[in-house]
């Protein structure tokens, strides 16, 4: 890691914590040094090093308050993110007035999510009084423990203690991570060393193989939620010498802290886990808009006339309508339907006036 943004890095836990969550944007953004507050362009390591610092004051009492995820521990998670975090992407997060909104910038995500959606749909969940502030924020761009969207990624080693780590011991366990930011890889797990396409992203639980290999003895190992209390089930059963494995869903913390999962074993045993795909909430899809001309008109003075229908392309609904003209002709009526709009113009001149209307249609991606 650069020197500037470990030095600008140890010390996020200590200010964080001792910063009100009402801290605005403004009075952070003046500590950036001047260039890091360009639109566009590289980051230097001093600039990038100041972006993190202000990001964690800034969010950090927000996810320590709101999600009970100590401000270090989130910090410490955010490091490889801040280190490789596409420079507009990072200017873009600190724009935003949303920890969703910020987050999903700073991923590359922003564009799915902008802040309007978030807080529209989180003063919508407020006005129910059985939500928790948590509860509302997760509300905001869906559960984060249903309405969850599935990814599969390409199997890819997450952890193997057989190359790192050891032998859990009998009724011992040891927490993983299955989640690591840009840059990140699992290599100190025993894993690849790539991010096996777990950058974080809103994971709300991850899909494993979980492989358990020559236990001492017979018995089982159970994989949950690092910090939460150990269920009594078992993820896979075995038997001693064996190796057994079983797909699992896990799910995570959000947002990160220290650790994701822990694995618990009854009898001595390596591990191995695979990670197949993951689950994370839906987030909000940028539409996509054409603008489609209907027949040039030309129009008498004073005229006053419905104009060409305007066709929106196969797929795309009519979401407005508008006209191209002189400021002599002005729009008197509309009427929009599923897949075209129709347009009242009235030409207000004494002079003949060329009109064309126009229809804006969008769709969501992909359908």
């Known amino acids: ?75 410490r998670r955010m490091v490889s993110t801040f280190i490789h975090a596409d420079p507009d992407n990072f200017r873009d997060a600190l724009r935003r007035s949303t920890y969703e909104g910020a987050t999903a910038a700073l991923n590359g995500a922003g564009s799915r999510v902008s802040d309007d959606q978030v807080i529209d749909s989180m003063a919508r969940a407020s006005l129910d009084p059985r939500l928790t502030d948590a509860q509302v924020g997760t509300q905001a761009l869906g559960s984060a423990a249903s309405d969850l969207v599935f990814t599969p990624v390409t199997p890819c080693r997450i952890l193997d203690t057989r190359v790192a780590g050891g032998v859990i011991a009998s009724e011992g366990s040891r927490n993983f991570n299955a989640v690591v930011g840009g840059g990140g890889n699992f290599s100190s797990q025993g894993g690849s060393a790539t991010d096996c396409g777990m950058v974080a992203a809103g994971q709300a639980a991850v899909v494993i193989n979980l492989t358990a290999v020559a236990p001492s003895g017979a018995g089982f190992a159970t994989a949950y939620p690092f910090g939460a209390a150990r269920p009594l089930a078992s993820s896979v059963n075995y038997t001693a010498g064996a190796i057994v494995n079983n797909a699992i869903v896990v799910k995570l913390p959000t947002p990160l802290t220290s650790s994701d999962f822990t694995i618990y074993t009854f009898a001595g045993a390596h591990f191995v886990a695979d990670i197949v795909g993951f689950y994370s909430a839906p987030a909000a899809t940028a539409l996509q808009c054409t603008s489609v001309d209907g027949a040039l008109r030309t129009m008498t003075a004073g005229e006053y006339a419905l104009l060409s229908t305007v066709n929106c392309p196969a ?35 004494a002079l003949s006036q060329q009109v064309i209307p126009k229809a804006i249609c969008c769709r969501v991606p992909g359908r």
């Open 315 to 349: 797929g795309y609904s009519a979401v407005s309508a508008a006209i191209t003209a002189s400021q002599d002709v002005v729009v008197a009526d509309s009427y929009i339907s599923s897949g075209s709009v129709q347009i009242f113009a009235k030409n207000v001149s």
């Open 1 to 75: 890691m650069n020197c500037t943004l470990r030095v600008a890095l140890t010390l996020l836990a200590a200010s964080a914590t001792c910063v009100s969550p009402a801290v605005q944007a403004s009075s952070l953004q003046s500590k950036l040094p001047p260039r890091a507050e360009v639109a566009s362009g590289p980051l230097s390591p001093a600039e990038r090093g100041a972006m993190a610092r202000v990001f964690v004051r800034k969010w950090g009492p927000y996810v320590q308050d709101v999600y009970g995820v100590p401000v270090e521990a989130w910090a």
